[in-house]
Structures are given as structure tokens and as C-alpha cells.
């Protein structure tokens, strides 16, 4: 998604600028540029696709430009297509401006602006930004009262910052309800949409609230409220930062992360086992404990963590839970009772839909819970309790170990709250959390390992052009997130389905080059789903089984077997998801696609 950077100071900020936009391209973006107070003024430079395209077009047409501030951007398109032209910076008159998120009145702000006589150049609703600033300051000559009358006008979200070309060397910015950091450092002072942008120089930020202004110089960074006070910021201090290592060897940051599963399940869980036993502050498992309900409300792959922990909770804990996506929530709420708590999950900690939910849920006074692996994140730090899961940075676009990580933890945070109940044993609990933090690991890395039959799988069922996943209970909600993995990086149509519904209708779609991935584990189901298997296998779909155990039957139905042994039929799934990390990398990459940045995908989706 969309990434702001700005910088002010003595080095080459040219440099700088392109070195913050290429830390913020793991959120994923289709064009970008940047705009720096050159020997003439506001210099901009923009373009559709990497990055790299903005380094041509400097050193092509700008050659040896100099600047000591300036303002970048990374744009994932949300209003109008992903062409030079729409880039970020947007200029109106004096003023060039970047935008994080969506203006949603600027249809009718673009009419009113317009009936001003602005020629508005792009589809944009940021353009609309850069106008409405531009026309006040034009009008006032005052930068602070033409930012805030804009901010009046704006409905949405945004995070902006902007230059004007008469303030040389100022940056100023403001936001609401957008993520936007200021951070000092030993070489320049700078704006972030993101702490990832700076946090090789500083261990420390400002969080300006919604609604303040920031100026920026290189020596200074002042803070003004929505009355136009200047305030102070305490520096947010970062001692437990995820930071971004490279791929250490790896060919993608996805194969990197994929490998880091076990280590991310073992640093997430060991904090919260003492004496054997799971353990989480009091306050939080009695508040689970005395849950009417438990929801847990997300996006994607964290929303599919979310599926398997309400399974655990049901089991161990005796508590219904329900999942739901948070897109959906904020709008159309089930109704909530008073004895109900709510669990975040995030990845990012910034997805605009889940922190949006959060806040709804808190507003009703209700209990809210967030688990997250971006320590500090808005959802981090909203939350009345936070549980970081410690899976360390995911830069690849595709979530993989935040899942297992996500997962895991809710699986130990369940036992946490089934003793609190009395629901399970010490000795079982003891038994099971051993089971998570050993041997669990251990079961991922003989996947790990044997990414050569894994790879041999994707080259056999890659060529499909729709394929299906297919299970039954916790089983099938592996089936959803294993589809979404395939589907976002080899750009295959899949879609996951509850086993035993497709033959109401979606079976109409099975034929033979249409294959069908089938999971089953434990034996409550083992012999429905592999019916469910055999009737698509009927219609002549290539069927490959993952399961927990080899049987006859299974050899019979299916083209191919793939046993997972795990500690735990629970854990199955946890373990099983590495399978089908690996299964998606190998086919995106036999296909030839960038595994590491898919199109149209947004890493942090801070939008709505
Ligand atoms: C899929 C993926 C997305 C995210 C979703 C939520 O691989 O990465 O589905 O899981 O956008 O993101 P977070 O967890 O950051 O809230």
C-alpha cells in the first residue's frame, strides 16, 4: 500500500528519499516519485512501476540534481489507473503534495475546485489536495491556515505531506486516521508514513495525532494542534523492533520467511510458557475466561489464523467463538453483549478495516484484545491488551510465518484461558504447550526439508488454470488459506470449499484439467472428505491429498499422497500451512512471477 516519506537535512536527499521508498516497498506499489526543492524550484520526478524508474529518470534528465529536502511516494492505485501521470507527488501552483489513503468527498471538493478555474491534470482524489491547499494559500499566504482549512474540507483518510515552493527546505505534513511518524536522526530529520522507512537510523519516533500539523526543517520538527498551538511529542522509544535483515542467502524474502517458521512459532509461544505451563497476564485470561463469546475480527491470512484459533478455543476453553472479517464488521456488526471480547489479528497493525473494527468495538466500552507482530502498530497500541507474535519482519507480500506465528499463539493463548476455566488439565495443558513449542517445529522442518518433492507437486498441478481446496472443519479453514496463498502469487483462480458443499452446484466447474487439493486430518471426517475426493476424482479432477497419515483409501482415490507428520492432530494445520507456503512459491516461481511483490497486491492495506 501507498508509502510517504520526507526528509530534510544536510546529506543528499535525493539519496535519502530513494533509500525510504525502497524500505517501503514491501507494502507493495505500482508507481512512484518524488518531488525535491532543486536549484529552480520544486523539482518532480514520477513514474509508473519500480522505483528503479525513478532512479533512471533523475539520472537521464536531472543529472547531478542536489537538494537537502524533499517528499517521496510509493502508490498502490486506489482512484485511477497505475500510470505515470496519477504518481504521487501531485502539484497545484505553489504547492506539491503525497497521500496515504482515500479522500472520499473529492468528487465534489474536484467540482468546487474546478469552479475556481483548477485544471486538474490527473483521476486522483489526491490531486484534490494539492488543489484546496494551494487555493487558500494562494488566498492567505498563510501555509498553517491553508493546511488546516484543507483538512476541514477532506472526508476520508489521509496522511499528507507537502511542500510549498516559496518555504525552501520546509516540510509539512498532517494526517487523520492514516499512519504518520516523524523521526529525528543523527543525519536528518524525517517523515514516514511507516517506521520501517527509518528505523536503520533512529530507535525513536513522534506520533502526531490526527488532526496535527507538522513542520519540519533540517533542524527542527515542531508539532502544532488543531487550534494551531504548538505542542510537544514524547518520542515513542523502540526497544523490541522488528527490523528488516535482508534475505540472508534466500532467493526471495518468501522462501526466507517460509524458513523462519519454526523459529517464529518457538520466539512467539516460549514468552508465554512458565514452568511448563501457558501463562498470560491474569487480567487477560480471566477476561477470556469470562467470555460470553470470544470474536476475532481480521483480513486474509490473519482472519484464516484467526479460523483455527476459534477452533482451539472452542475445544479447550468451552467458549463459542466467532470469526469475522473485519471489512464486514465495521459495517454490519452482529449484536454484541457485554461479556463479549474481541481479538485483533494483525500482521501489519495497520490494516485500515481491523484497526477501524477495534475502534468501533472499543467506543461500546467492550473488552478488545490485539495480536499483532508490528510492535507499536495503531492496532498495537489501541488495543486495551496486546500480544506481539515475535515472527519478526515480513517483507514479502504474501503472508506466511505472521500466519504460523498468528496461529500458534492463539493455540497457547487458548490453553491460557481453558485453565483459567478449569476446562483442561495442568498436565494436558503442560503436555500440549510442550507439543507447540518442541515438537511442532521440528515436524515444520522435515517439510522444509523436502522442498525438492514439494517443488515436483507444483510443476505437476501448475499448469491449472482454476484449481479447488477442499476440507472439512479446521481442515477446511487451511483449505482457505492455502488457496489464497496459490491464488495471490501464481495468479491461478482457486477457491477453498467446505467438502462436503460442493457437490451442491460448485461441482458443475470440476473436469480434468481443474484439480482438486483435498486436506483431511484426524478421524472424525477422514472417510467423508475422501469420498468428497472420490466423487471429484470421478469427473476425471486431479486430485492431490495432504494428510496426516497414508491409508489405502487414500491411495486409491487420489493422484498423489502427501503425509505430514505432526505431534498433534490440532497442530496439523499449523504445520500443514508450510506445505502449501512452499506449494505456492514453487508454482508462482515455475510460472515466472515476482513471488516477493505479486501484482495488485498492498503489503500494510491502510485503506478501506
Ligand atoms: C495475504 C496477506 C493479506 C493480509 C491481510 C491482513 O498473504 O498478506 O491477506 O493477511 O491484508 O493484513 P494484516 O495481517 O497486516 O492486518
Request: aromatic share 8%; proline share 3%.
Amino acid at each position: 500500500m501507498c508509502g510517504i516519506i520526507g526528509y530534510c537535512g544536510n546529506e543528499d536527499s535525493v539519496v535519502r528519499l530513494i533509500d525510504g521508498l525502497k524500505a517501503l516497498e514491501y507494502r507493495g506499489y505500482d508507481s512512484a516519485g518524488v518531488s525535491l526543492f532543486a536549484e529552480d524550484g520544486i523539482l518532480t520526478v514520477k513514474a509508473s512501476g519500480r522505483i528503479a524508474n525513478i532512479d533512471t529518470r533523475l539520472a537521464d534528465e536531472h543529472s547531478g540534481v542536489h537538494a537537502e529536502c524533499g517528499i517521496g511516494h510509493t502508490r498502490w492505485a486506489t482512484t485511477g489507473k497505475p500510470n505515470d501521470i496519477n504518481s504521487h507527488p501531485h502539484n497545484s501552483g505553489k504547492v506539491s503534495i503525497v497521500h496515504n489513503g482515500i479522500i472520499e468527498n473529492y468528487k465534489e471538493l474536484k467540482r468546487a475546485c474546478e469552479q475556481q478555474g483548477v485544471v486538474f491534470a490527473s483521476e486522483t482524489d489526491s490531486e484534490v489536495i494539492a488543489a484546496l491547499i494551494n487555493l487558500k494559500y494562494t488566498e492567505t499566504g498563510d501555509v498553517m491556515q491553508s493546511l488546516r482549512w484543507t483538512m476541514a474540507q477532506l472526508t476520508g483518510s489521509y496522511a499528507v505531506a507537502a511542500l510549498f515552493a516559496d518555504r525552501e527546505k520546509h516540510v509539512f505534513a498532517f494526517r487523520h486516521d492514516n499512519p504518520l511518524i516523524a523521526a529525528a536522526t543523527a543525519d536528518g530529520n524525517y517523515l514516514a508514513s511507516d517506521f520501517a522507512a527509518v528505523s536503520k537510523y533512529t530507535d525513536r519516533y513522534y506520533l502526531p495525532e490526527d488532526g496535527d500539523i507538522v513542520e519540519m526543517t533540517a533542524d527542527y520538527i515542531k508539532f502544532f494542534d488543531a487550534d494551531g498551538n504548538e505542542k510537544q511529542i514524547e518520542p515513542v522509544v523502540v526497544t523490541d523492533m522488528n527490523r528488516a535483515d535482508g534475505k540472508q542467502g534466500y532467493p526471495h524474502y518468501m522462501l526466507k520467511e517460509i524458513h523462519e517458521v519454526p523459529r517464529a512459532i518457538r520466539d512467539t509461544c516460549k514468552d508465554h510458557i512458565y514452568e511448563n505451563l501457558p501463562t498470560f497476564d491474569k487480567e487477560l485470561t480471566e477476561k477470556l475466561a469470562g467470555a460470553g463469546r470470544i470474536y476475532i475480527i481480521a483480513c486474509g491470512t490473519a482472519l484464516n489464523a484467526g479460523k483455527l484459533g476459534k477452533t482451539y478455543f472452542e475445544k479447550y476453553a468451552g467458549i463459542p467463538v466467532s470469526c469475522e472479517t473485519a471489512s464486514e464488521f465495521r459495517y454490519f456488526p452482529p449484536i454484541l453483549n457485554e461479556n463479549d471480547r474481541f481479538i485483533f489479528i494483525s500482521q501489519s497493525g495497520e490494516t485500515a478495516d481491523t484497526a477501524a473494527s477495534l475502534r468501533m468495538v472499543k467506543a461500546r466500552g467492550l473488552y478488545t484484545i490485539a495480536v499483532v507482530n508490528t510492535p507499536n502498530s495503531t492496532i498495537a497500541r489501541e488495543a486495551d491488551n496486546v500480544i506481539y507474535t515475535r515472527a519478526g519482519t515480513e517483507t514479502a507480500v504474501a503472508s506466511t510465518k505472521a500466519y504460523n506465528a498468528q496461529a500458534s499463539l492463539l493455540f497457547i493463548l487458548a490453553l491460557g484461558a481453558a485453565l483459567e476455566k478449569g476446562t483442561v488439565s495442568e498436565e494436558t495443558a503442560a503436555a500440549l504447550a510442550d507439543k507447540l513449542v518442541n515438537q511442532l517445529p521440528e515436524a515444520v522442518e522435515t517439510i522444509l526439508a523436502d522442498t525438492e518433492k514439494i517443488k515436483a507437486l507444483s510443476e505437476k498441478y501448475c499448469t491449472a488454470h482454476s484449481c479447488f481446496f477442499i476440507g472439512r472443519g479446521p481442515d477446511f479453514y487451511l483449505a482457505e488459506e492455502s488457496s489464497l496463498k496459490l491464488k495471490e502469487i501464481s495468479y491461478i483462480h482457486c477457491e477453498a470449499y467446505a467438502a462436503g458443499e460442493l457437490k451442491h452446484g460448485t461441482i458443475a466447474l470440476i473436469e480434468p484439467d481443474v484439480p482438486v487439493i483435498s486436506i483431511i486430518s484426524g478421524d472424525k471426517i477422514r472417510s467423508k472428505t475422501i469420498n468428497n475426493a472420490a466423487e471429484v476424482k470421478a469427473r476425471e479432477a486431479k486430485v492431490l491429498m495432504v494428510t496426516d497419515r497414508d491409508t489405502d483409501e487414500a491411495e486409491h482415490t487420489a493422484d498423489d499422497v502427501y503425509v505430514i507428520h505432526c505431534p498433534d492432530s490440532d497442530l496439523f494445520h499449523i504445520c500443514a500451512a508450510v506445505f502449501f507456503q512452499l506449494f505456492a512459491y514453487h508454482t508462482a516461481l515455475g510460472k515466472g512471477w515476482d513471488v516477493d511483490k505479486p501484482r495488485n497486491l498492498a503489503k500494510s492495506v491502510t485503506v478501506e
